[in-house]
């Protein structure tokens, strides 16, 4: 797969260039009441998306029922994307892949609120492996383990999960950044819906709870072609050999990595996060 380097990261140009990267780091402005999902990719950035595109409209699912998610919330960092973010009415829901160095420095003087989502690394890994295989200028079919030297090193897109994860974490004092794990939202997706309608100051009744937690579950972004990059053109993506949605399962790396690879992994992560100040579920 073809890439390139901004600020030492790799980018994909079908995607991205740097006149949009420099244009949202230095110039794009975030509004008070914007709320951001950002996560490393195949963290759950979609389900988050989901998640508040329900919560705004108050559990009504006809808005993500009728409108694809990239438009109800685009990704900054991304050349078209960032054309209907500009666009898009407040309050808006924004997505983004950037790590924090990269993120829009106008966040700093900013009440913008961040919902930072967060997923154990090996199954980030993995499902980053299926879900290239998608890709229609992915012609390299590396092994497993071929990409998870890659991904360990981070020489993937958007650089290294380690220094993701490490550079968000270090903002985790500001009052309006709120971190969440994939596994937690798994584990009790209603009381993550209630911590993130605490969070963005939202209240919603138990009824209006119920429906975003039932419209934002596996099944139906599944079922829902304005959720499940179905609407993605064939020319970008071949929905015969990857799905956007594949497993939605935490743990599924067991299945994949053999013994030697988790270690190798396992040391990896135990260089990379020492002295990290903040606990997380797969640990």
């Known amino acids: 797969m073809a890439f390139f380097k901004y600020k030492e990261i790799l980018f994909i140009p079908l995607f991205h260039s740097v006149e949009t990267l420099s244009y949202v780091e230095n110039e794009f402005q975030l509004l008070d009441d914007d709320t951001v ?9 979609h389900w988050m998306a989901e998640i508040l595109s329900l919560i705004q409209s108050h559990g009504d699912p006809s808005w993500v029922q009728k409108v694809p998610l990239w438009e109800r919330a685009p990704w900054i960092e991304i050349d078209v994307h960032l054309q209907i973010a500009l666009k898009n009415p407040s309050p808006r829901i924004l997505n983004t892949h950037l790590p924090f160095q990269l993120f829009p420095k106008s966040f700093l003087h900013s009440k913008a609120k961040i919902v930072c989502t967060l997923r154990n690394p090996r199954d980030v890994m993995v499902s980053a492996y299926y879900f290239r295989k998608g890709y229609k200028d992915c012609n390299d079919l590396e092994t497993v383990e071929e990409f998870m030297e890659s991904f360990l090193s981070g020489e993937v897109g958007y650089g290294s999960w380690f220094d993701h994860v490490k550079g968000w974490v270090e903002m985790k004092e500001r009052a309006n950044i709120f971190f969440i794990t994939y596994e937690e939202l798994q584990q009790d997706l209603r009381g993550s819906v209630q911590k993130i309608c605490h969070f963005l100051g939202k209240e919603l009744n138990s009824q209006q ?7 934002a579950s596996f099944h139906k972004m599944k079922d829902n072609k304005m959720s499940n990059f179905s609407l993605i053109p064939e020319s970008i993506f071949d929905h015969t050999k990857a799905k956007f949605m594949r497993k939605g399962i935490s743990g599924d790396w067991k299945n994949h990595l053999t013994v030697a690879q988790s270690e190798r992994f396992d040391d990896a992560y135990q260089e990379n996060m020492h002295g990290v100040n903040m606990t997380f579920p797969w640990e």
Request: glycine share 6%.
């Open 37 to 45: 999902v950002v996560s490393y990719p195949r963290s759950g950035t």
């Open 209 to 215: 709870i119920e429906s975003v937690v039932e419209n």
